[in-house]
């Protein structure tokens, strides 16, 4: 779309752009363009000024979850069914741009010298880009797409995310206040699940949420923030995940809650949760339930803690896993996992199981059962 020198004008007076200018622009072009036109130009500019330019009708839909670049200029989405081509491919330098300018819109430097970056637009929509040589071809680009609407654990039985056979299993966790983390791959609904289990949490109890980007919509009355700061284009004003927990200590919360688990932060949420604060939870990537207790002991490491302090620790600590996966673009809870701590170390074993047709009972299912005062028909009937 070419317009006349209006929008030269407002960027040569230092203005910066925001909807109303656009709109001013756009206006000034109806001897041009016809009226018709006018409202289809404010849109389209305000995606190449304001929004993710080709990707914003897609960013839109209220179904994707994910869209991106790749360095062919392909577009892609993510309606929840895996990735998807769409639109025309951009050209190199149209890519390159489109990413150098969301960078700008996240706060963040993109360039040769900064050929990455890791930040969050003022949609709330996390951004990645990454330019070549680091990549083949052309800019990369990554859009995670926060949620819409708060999505409750009904709505995920509705969907066919967790069968309504879990139910009592999933309300029993959280009536009973025991710490859990929800396990599983990138995409594959940890923080989807986590979101509908809070909203499960009594009215009354203040929840101290720590993320690294805002990702966590949870339907609660008493909900308090935090979320780390990347440096700037200098290196200095990061505030880590770690400083972040040590702060919600100070907040006087019922329950803290780590939206992903992932470096050092362990440290803290370990000691938190061994300090009285019940009914703390979090997601972490792993790939199945029972590697829960290994990613712990790789991310203590980085915390400067042994693989044996860690175990103590989070058998201490960590009473369920819930491990969500993807198959064919589905996402399901797979695995409730129960910690099992009457050994020398804490091991994870599977207690309910579920491959999208029936519950069936593993042998972790007497402790759960027992933890969550639980019964079989309650469950299995």
Do not use: Y
Request: aromatic share 2%; net charge neutral.
């Amino acid at each position: 779309m070419t317009l006349s020198s209006a929008m030269w004008d407002q960027a040569r007076a230092g203005r910066h752009p925001d909807r109303e200018r656009v709109v001013d622009v756009a206006r000034e072009e109806v001897g041009a363009l016809g009226s018709a036109r006018v409202t289809a130009s404010v849109d389209e500019l305000s995606a190449r000024v304001l929004g993710a330019g080709p990707l914003e009708p897609w960013l839109a839909e209220p179904d994707v979850t994910d869209a991106g670049v790749n360095g062919d200029g392909r577009l892609w989405v993510d309606r929840g069914s895996g990735p998807e081509w769409v639109g025309i491919p951009l050209e190199r330098a149209a890519a390159r741009s489109l990413a150098v300018r969301l960078a700008g819109m996240a706060g963040r430097r993109l360039d040769d010298a900064s050929p990455w970056v890791d930040g969050q637009l003022p949609s709330g929509a996390r951004l990645h880009a990454v330019l070549p040589p680091l990549v083949a071809g052309g800019a990369h680009i990554t859009i995670r797409v926060p949620a819409r609407r708060h999505l409750s654990l009904g709505d995920l039985e509705t969907s066919g995310m967790v069968p309504p056979a879990l139910d009592p299993v999933l309300r029993g966790l959280v009536e009973a206040r025991v710490a859990f983390v929800v396990s599983g791959g990138t995409g594959a609904g940890k923080t989807t699940l986590l979101a509908a289990l809070l909203g499960l949490v009594d009215p009354r109890e203040r929840l101290l949420v720590v993320e690294d980007v805002r990702e966590l919509l949870i339907d609660h009355p008493h909900v308090v923030r935090l979320e780390a700061r990347p440096p700037n284009v200098e290196g200095i004003g990061e505030v880590t995940l770690t400083t972040l927990v040590r702060q919600a200590l100070r907040m006087r919360p019922d329950r803290i809650v780590v939206g992903e688990v992932r470096g050092a932060e362990v440290r803290e949420l370990l000691a938190a949760l061994n300090t009285g604060h019940e009914g703390g939870c979090g997601t972490l990537h792993a790939n199945t339930a029972a590697d829960v207790v290994a990613r712990f002991e790789a991310l203590g490491v980085l915390a400067g803690l042994g693989p044996a302090a860690v175990r103590v620790q989070f058998g201490a600590a960590i009473a369920v896993v819930l491990h969500v996966c993807r198959r064919g673009g589905v996402r399901r809870l797979g695995t409730v996992g129960v910690v099992d701590r009457a050994g020398a170390d804490p091991v994870v074993l599977p207690a309910l199981e579920w491959d999208g047709s029936a519950v069936r009972a593993a042998a972790g299912w007497p402790l759960l059962r027992s933890r969550l005062g639980l019964s079989d028909r309650s469950v299995l009937a």
